[in-house]
């Protein structure tokens, strides 16, 4: 399994509705709004680098309200 953050800027005021359209996506563990530079952080998990992109790309991004993201894959050393 990969897991990663995926860090969400919104437009203004659609953090809350954004965290909790992501949230319903399966593979989506956990989805907060925040604040600081970013609006909503994302812990997400998939099979491979390549599922996990496509989760990205595919389904996450497409969220209405989204206008970035940074996905920040969990390492282990």
């Given at each position: 399994?990969?897991?990663a953050y995926i860090l969400i800027q919104t437009?203004?005021?659609k953090a809350t509705a954004v965290a909790l359209?992501?949230?319903e996506i399966p593979g989506v563990l956990q989805?907060?709004?925040v604040t600081g530079p970013y609006?909503?952080?994302?812990r997400a998990e998939a099979e491979t680098v390549?599922?996990?992109g496509r989760l990205v790309v595919a389904k996450?991004?497409?969220?209405e309200g989204i206008t970035r993201?940074?996905?920040?894959p969990v390492v282990h050393l």
């Amino acid at each position: 399994m990969v897991q990663a953050y995926i860090l969400i800027q919104t437009e203004v005021g659609k953090a809350t509705a954004v965290a909790l359209s992501i949230s319903e996506i399966p593979g989506v563990l956990q989805a907060e709004d925040v604040t600081g530079p970013y609006d909503v952080i994302v812990r997400a998990e998939a099979e491979t680098v390549d599922d996990l992109g496509r989760l990205v790309v595919a389904k996450v991004q497409q969220v209405e309200g989204i206008t970035r993201t940074l996905t920040c894959p969990v390492v282990h050393l």
